[in-house]
């Protein structure tokens, strides 16, 4: 069964360029985390969706910063502008919750590494 | 409010020795702990959780963990080392509610594993 797929591994791109990230979570995971992992901050907790509804984006840096689920099977994580202070590796992670809530195994994807130069 | 601190960044061990890797944490409730591994260039991957049932919880490759509440602690055993155990290993608390709250990450330890 594949696991959690992240798209793409590794995006390059330049200081006020627009970046999407792509998630496609487990089949038959109902909520999904986007997290970012820096030397600085260390993991951080972007945005989770519970059944597709975005349940809390406290952890979204600035407007910059915007996420969609429009189902399912697919979540997005865009940057617009994007700056070099968004340099980072960006998890996305599903489970399953039979309720909302954190205390289900999380089940990671690979990552993005994004430069921003 | 719930934290977690992990004491030491770095650990080193020789192979066949014991792993013991510190976690510590704050909570108001009951909590819900969690460590988590992360090998080179790969995502998180859970190893163990403690969920208020038994205090020494066994998780995947070896690893376990006690949960001391009068010590507020969750430190993460190995009886001995094996160098595939080289990674970063994360422990992690539910902050607020077990159904509302956020997962909240220690700074990490990164495990070195020495011949």
């Known amino acids: 069964d594949a696991g959690v797929i992240q798209s793409p591994r590794h995006e390059v791109t330049e200081m006020g360029q627009e970046v999407t990230l792509r998630c496609k979570p487990i089949s038959g995971h109902n909520s999904l985390f986007w997290y970012r992992q820096t030397m600085m901050r260390g993991l951080e907790l972007l945005i989770y969706f519970n059944n597709n509804v975005p349940i809390d984006d406290s952890g979204m840096p600035e407007d910059r910063f915007s996420a969609k689920m429009p189902n399912a099977s697919f979540s997005t994580l865009k940057i617009q502008p994007s700056e070099p202070r968004d340099s980072a590796v960006y998890f996305c992670a599903s489970s399953y919750s039979p309720g909302q809530g954190f205390k289900y195994e999380q089940y990671f994807g690979p990552g993005t590494r994004l430069t921003v130069t | 409010a719930q934290s977690v601190t992990q004491l030491g960044s770095h650990v080193s061990v020789s192979e066949g020795a014991l792993v013991l890797l510190r976690c510590n944490y704050s909570s108001s409730v009951p909590p819900y702990l969690f ?63 077990s159904n509302t709250g956020k997962l909240i990450f220690g700074q990490g330890t990164t495990l070195q594993v020495k011949p």
């Open chain 2, 35 to 97: 460590w988590y591994v992360q090998y080179p260039n790969q995502g998180l991957q859970l190893l163990l959780k403690y969920t208020s049932a038994a205090t020494l919880v066994k998780g995947i490759n070896g690893f376990e963990a006690e949960f001391k509440k009068s010590e507020t602690s969750f430190h993460l055993t190995k009886p001995s080392a094996h160098m595939s155990d080289a990674a970063e290993y994360f422990c992690a608390v539910v902050k607020g509610s």
